[in-house]
């Protein structure tokens, strides 16, 4: 492991390379994290590496990433062709948050993006159940962009979307991180043209 320095995003302090013990009690075998000790934030490693898996995050960003992965993680884990229906789920993440298919990584997100990844899964359930039994929370999840666009059009979206994004609600016909927001609310945008893509 070479010289790495990784700053914790609070207080642009070094964090430091400590052993699982130093967080959880006990050791984690071939797993290493980043600590910062004056704001405890960490993120873990890749295995084996001192490469981290994504930013150092407070309590409150680890329970949202935690509440993203138990939102997410069921739409492809323990399903047949695993790991090719978790590139696809992650892809989707990606196109319905306006990001680069190398940053749709959870332990990448902020508050906000957890939050909106929740916020999704949600609306996949409910256009699931919109699209009766042929219609699986998976597929919809996936196939959103498509079935948003034919035949899924409830008259709900704004509201669901309004609540969801409150923060959105003041937009005027504006694409802002993967959705198109105007004064009912935001629904993801799926065009190449005018998409902001500042959070990349």
């Known amino acids: 492991m070479g010289n790495r320095i990784v700053l914790c995003p609070y207080c642009l302090a070094g964090a430091e390379l400590v052993e699982g013990t130093e967080i959880y009690g006990h ?17 873990g490693c890749h295995p084996g590496t001192d490469v ?25 884990k323990g399903k047949p062709d695993e790991k090719n229906l978790r590139r696809e789920v992650y892809e989707k ?10 940053d749709a990584h959870i332990a990448k997100f902020d508050v906000e993006k957890c939050k909106k990844v929740v916020s999704l899964v949600e609306l996949a359930k409910e256009v699931g159940k ?4 042929g219609i699986t929370q998976e597929k919809a999840f996936r196939n959103m962009a498509r079935d948003w666009a034919k035949d899924i059009q ?6 669901f979307l ?3 994004f409150p923060e959105s609600g003041n937009q005027e016909n504006k694409v802002v991180g ?14 190449d043209q005018g998409r902001d893509d500042a959070s990349d």
């Open 93 to 102: 993440v990606a196109e319905l948050l306006g990001l680069k298919v190398a």
């Open 27 to 43: 050791d984690y075998p071939d797993r290493k994290f980043w600590l910062c000790r004056k704001c405890r934030s960490y993120v």
């Open 130 to 133: 919109a699209g009766g039994q």
């Open 52 to 76: 981290p898996l994504g930013s150092l995050a407070n309590e409150e960003l680890r329970r949202w990433r935690r509440q993203a992965h138990l939102s997410l993680d069921p739409l492809w």
């Open 154 to 159: 409830r008259k709900d979206d704004d509201e």
């Open 178 to 191: 993967g959705f198109h927001c105007g004064p009912k609310g935001c629904k993801p945008f799926f065009g």
């Open 162 to 164: 309004e609540r969801a």
